[in-house]
């Protein structure tokens, strides 16, 4: 039997437990020498568990964790970590596809970089099949998966395909302050091990995919964006240094214009009517500001996927204000979060072609109204 010289353990929250999926990654290619440990930890106790499944946890060659009752991606994540005590730590979704050579390009990685914190695999998603998937990509909200290929390191990665360092880890956990459905903890967790060794970033690993598939074949669904909204409200709250305050978005301007409607009612009723104006056009101005930013980046604009990227932008833009102002944390109205895990300059305001554009705009608008 080959000497052991290093151990691997990889954790996957699940709920659905599909086992055409969680045997394809148990069953992938492992370089020798290596030990791996799989903790699959799922967070449904009615979960029905599948006969191979059961009985590879029954033999101990995976170790499965149910859950009592629904705790969370972020305490479901724990438990695994805590099971284990390999080296390095594996976190994978579990509906992803992973390439066969997944854990050898981690091994790879591990023996050429050994002083790394950990690394950030790569998630192909396949073509957008639906105007919102496509939507999806323009907007964003998939940069992160793609993030391997963009730069050689980065802030944070997703929890689908990123590998650390457990000692790197320490003490560090998942936090239990986000919303259990999830949105904020991943960036929350990976920032705290970067920053609690030296602000280090994770490199990239473009070599070790996985492919993830569209949420509900790509139909549409804005729950997700407002969902990670609400999520991401609390990053400001217990990442401050990476918090800075910037312009209202539309779906905040529109709530202080509804907390000034009395005020409005009282010293000025002569402007009630120019003050539903407002209200409209800055929902027009979103439009107009949002479209124009996508227009800038080249990105092909059906009229379907036109109508999608606004959407989602709202969507997002209205579960980060409802995540504040829902806990009555009205300071976080406005604040933003740095991302990239680096600290703004002044605290205040970030400007780009969209932001110029919305508020001269604004500025155009009320000009009109009122004079």
Do not use: C
Request: aromatic share 16%; net charge positive.
């Amino acid at each position: 039997m080959p000497d052991i010289t290093h151990s691997i353990d990889i954790v996957i929250p699940s709920y659905r437990l599909e086992k055409d999926y969680i045997l394809r990654i148990i069953r992938l290619s492992k370089p020798e020498k290596w030990v791996f440990k799989y903790y699959i930890v799922v967070d449904n106790p009615n979960v029905i568990v599948d006969e191979e499944i059961a009985r590879l946890a029954a033999s101990g060659d995976i170790t499965l964790l149910i859950n009592p009752v629904n705790l969370g991606a972020s305490t479901s994540r724990n438990k695994g970590l805590e099971a284990g005590s390999g080296e390095w730590i594996l976190f994978l979704d579990d509906d992803i596809k992973a390439d066969e050579r997944l854990l050898h390009n981690y091994v790879h990685a591990i023996t050429k970089w050994p002083d790394e914190i950990g690394f950030i695999g790569l998630v192909k998603l396949p073509p957008p099949p639906t105007a919102f998937a496509r939507a999806l990509i323009i907007n964003g909200s998939m940069m992160i998966f793609g993030i391997a290929e963009e730069a050689e390191s980065f802030a944070w990665g997703a929890t689908a395909n990123t590998m650390v360092k457990r000692e790197a880890v320490g003490a560090i956990r998942f936090s239990t302050d986000y919303p259990k459905s999830g949105g904020g903890e991943d960036v929350d967790f990976f920032l705290n091990v970067r920053d609690s060794n030296g602000g280090k970033d994770y490199k990239t690993l473009k070599e070790a995919v996985v492919y993830h598939p569209w949420w509900n074949e790509g139909r549409p669904s804005f729950k997700r964006s407002f969902r990670y909204g609400v999520g991401n409200s609390y990053l400001g709250q217990f990442l401050p240094k990476y918090t800075y305050y910037d312009f209202p978005n539309t779906p905040e301007a529109l709530f202080l214009m509804l907390l000034a409607f009395p005020i409005v009612i009282f010293i000025a009723p002569v402007y009630l009517g120019s003050w539903g104006q407002l209200f409209i056009g800055f929902g027009l101005v979103e439009v107009i500001a949002t479209l124009f930013q996508a227009a800038k980046r080249k990105a092909p604009l059906s009229a379907a996927v036109a109508y999608y990227v606004v959407r989602l932008k709202l969507a997002y833009e209205t579960g980060l204000l409802w995540g504040n102002i829902a806990r009555f944390r009205f300071a976080g109205i406005g604040a933003r979060f740095e991302y990239k895990g680096r600290k703004h300059g002044n605290g205040f305001f970030q400007f780009n072609t969209y932001k110029i554009v919305k508020w001269v705009l604004y500025a155009l608008f009320i000009y009109g109204v009122f004079l």
